[in-house]
């Protein structure tokens, strides 16, 4: 999956070889769950809803994350105290911000890598737009035809 | 702290240990303005200041609950009174979080309570900790497992980063 859904669909309205940048519309959007500490800041800047903050908390990603973690902290704090397994997703109330679901639509996301800009954990990685048989970073470059990059952007 | 008698009948409850973590600018001053009056508190309870009960994160809460708490209380300002303008909001919605994550597991609730107050309500901070003493009183000591409960960290060190105390410190490296 190289390209998000929407990104591949804006992509195909752009001429040819004018998008070079690592971080604009059509980057693929990576999620590295595992540093996530849920603050919800990916979801206030998404432009297009593909990010949100969900209302139901998994109390098995404290327990499950990793230990030197922020949340691992807290889950092994709880997994001293827990007597059964949880019952199941708890509420999180409004004002509580870390400790979060995010909520990621990869059918939505434009790729425009603004959430990478605002994650403070930097657990979310924006890769270059590339097309599929071309591993060189430009969109476009492998496309018959296409000028240099040098040349469009001079 | 003035005034080390029980309040519950000697003993009763005096192998508990309540830790309060009280706002500067109203619940820790009520603190101690009562015990300038010589108002005996639970001998169960421990304060730790804080500068805002805003400051106060479920990690807080949970770490004193797994190191050796029986309950946790958190004492902030009136609702709408913060001096921050909004911090006990913030500390009514963590209690909460904190409150349903205890649930989900097994665990009372009511080990984790919020009270409110102003600075020139000492009666009201004693009525509070006499409540949460009360209250812990009446449930078991709280259980804990060295080993996780039979569930493991995804990788190792955190368990014993926590018991070596200093669970926030390393929280905050790895943030």
């Known amino acids: 999956m190289p390209l998000t859904h929407r990104g591949r669909e804006i992509l195909s309205r752009v001429p040819a070889g004018t998008l070079q940048s690592t971080v604009g519309v059509g980057c693929e959007i990576v999620r590295h769950e595992e540093l996530c500490v849920g603050c919800g800041k990916c979801a206030g800047n998404c432009p297009s809803g593909a990010s949100e ?102 | 702290m003035a005034g080390a008698a029980s309040t519950t009948g000697p003993g009763a409850t005096a192998d508990r240990k309540i830790v309060a973590f009280c706002c500067r600018e109203c619940a820790y001053a009520a603190a101690d303005a009562s015990a300038n009056a010589r108002t005996p508190l639970p001998p169960t309870v421990r304060l730790v200041l804080m500068p805002c009960t805003g400051r106060v994160s479920p990690l807080h809460l949970l770490s004193a609950l797994a190191e050796g708490a029986d309950g946790v209380m958190v004492a902030g300002c009136l609702l709408g009174q913060c001096h921050y303008r909004e911090g006990n909001f913030h500390a009514v919605d963590r209690v909460a979080f904190v409150q349903r994550l205890l649930r989900s597991v097994g665990v009372e609730p009511e080990r984790c309570r919020m009270f409110t107050m102003s600075a020139g309500e000492p009666p009201k901070f004693v009525a509070a900790v006499r409540e949460m003493d009360r209250v812990i009183g009446g449930l078991p000591p709280l259980p804990r497992s060295e080993d996780g409960g039979g569930r493991k960290a995804a990788s190792a060190g955190g368990a014993s980063s926590l018991a070596a105390g200093e669970p926030l410190v390393a929280a905050r490296g790895a943030a």
């Open chain 1, 53 to 154: 903050r969900g209302a139901l908390f998994d109390v098995n990603q404290l327990l499950d994350a990793p230990a030197d973690s922020r949340r691992g902290a807290l889950g092994g704090a709880l997994r001293r105290l827990m007597r059964h397994e949880p019952d199941g997703p708890v509420e999180v109330p409004e004002r509580v911000t870390v400790y979060r679901t995010i909520v990621y639509d990869n059918e939505k996301c434009l790729g425009c890598g603004t959430c990478v800009r605002g994650c403070p954990a930097e657990a979310i990685e924006a890769r270059p737009p590339q097309a599929d048989a071309a591993p060189t970073g430009s969109v476009h470059a492998a496309a018959p035809g296409a000028p240099a990059p040098e040349e469009v952007c001079a």
